[in-house]
């Protein structure tokens, strides 16, 4: 028997998948082929039809589109925005890398918001608790990382190719989280029928 699947879990997975796109740099002859601005949309529309759901997720969903519009620099000047490599670039790109990540960050939060508004709702007690732990850690990574970014500029390089690669890896397994977190979202929603 072939069963519906429910539109939320839709936009979850959509997020999921816009995650990927936003995490993953393939590039073939110098152009990235999961461009961000693309993954950025994928969660605009995901967060469009969760947004009648909370109003962290409509939040959110503004939050995508200045992203779709601020990601737009890298397909256009193949700006990688990378911890590895923000040292090298010019000083608007840079600047431009730091406030796409603070946008993401926000993204990400509101997301959160919505995420344990949702397993509130349907008394996902293990879930909510997870999606909490999960949020504390992607915020103590990242915004740790943007205050001590500014600093990273004026360091030495050898602090900064030393330091720089460990926080890429602790946001990297942030991200991750969130990810998976999106797909057991989406599983949740299939598998208890909780819409």
């Known amino acids: 028997m072939i069963g519906i699947t429910p539109p939320l879990s839709n936009a979850f997975r959509r997020i999921g998948w816009g995650l ?10 110098g152009l990235d082929i999961l461009p961000d601005f693309i993954g950025y949309i994928m969660i605009a529309l ?7 759901k909370h109003d962290s997720f409509v939040r959110a969903k503004w939050v995508a589109f200045v992203l779709i519009v601020g990601s737009l620099p890298e397909v256009i000047q193949g700006a990688q925005i990378s911890f590895l490599n923000l040292l090298d670039k010019p000083l608007q790109l840079s600047f431009l890398s730091v406030v796409v990540l603070m946008l993401h960050t926000l993204l990400v939060y509101w997301i959160f918001q919505g995420l344990i508004a949702i397993a509130w709702v349907h008394e996902l007690r293990e879930l909510r608790h997870t999606t909490a732990m999960r949020r504390a850690f992607y915020l103590i990574v990242n915004v740790s990382i943007l205050i001590f970014l500014p600093f990273v500029l004026n360091a030495p390089d050898v602090l900064a190719v030393s330091v720089l690669p460990f926080c890429g890896l602790l946001s990297l397994l942030a991200e991750f989280l969130l990810l998976r977190l999106a797909y057991r979202y989406a599983k949740e929603y299939i598998n208890e029928a909780k819409v």
């Open 20 to 29: 990927v796109f936003i995490l993953l740099d393939l590039y073939i002859v």
């Open 46 to 52: 995901a967060l469009r039809d969760l947004s009648r």
